[in-house]
């Protein structure tokens, strides 16, 4: 079983960026695929961004296609999130997601707590 921090929130302005990260212990990251969702308020999780377990293959949400920017480090056991030319509609809590046999977004298995991300108008 994996544990998952995400870490790198914050309040940014439209047009800005901000890089998440996510660190995992108990278990290697290589051994998982991993991703990010997001949950606005009112609204569902959604989800954003994932990577195959050798970072050779990624996947996004359209919503955020050619902005942001998923890669794994699995050496220092960490997921990142790179998210540019952030919109007021990016605003939402932000979670590391892992799976141990499919693609987080097919099957996420383990989540973090979530960090907080806001873009102002």
């Known amino acids: 079983q994996v544990q998952l921090v995400e870490s790198g929130g914050g309040l940014v302005r439209t047009g800005g960026s901000l890089r998440l990260s996510c660190a995992a212990s108990?278990?290697?990251?290589?051994?998982?695929?991993m991703g990010w969702f997001r949950q606005a308020p009112g609204k569902e999780r959604e989800f954003v961004a994932d990577?195959?377990?050798?970072?050779?293959?990624?996947n996004y949400a359209d919503s955020v296609k050619g902005r942001f920017t998923i890669g794994r480090d699995n050496a220092k056991n960490t997921v990142l999130l790179q998210m540019n030319s952030l919109k007021p509609e990016d605003t939402g809590v932000y979670y590391c997601?892992?799976?141990?046999?499919?693609?987080?977004?097919?099957?996420?298995?383990?989540w973090g707590q979530g960090t907080q991300v806001t873009v102002s108008s």
């Open positions: 997601a892992a799976s141990r046999w499919a693609t987080v977004r097919t099957t996420p298995d383990y």
């Open positions: 990577v195959s377990r050798t970072g050779s293959l990624t």
């Open positions: 108990g278990r290697t990251i290589s051994s998982y695929y």
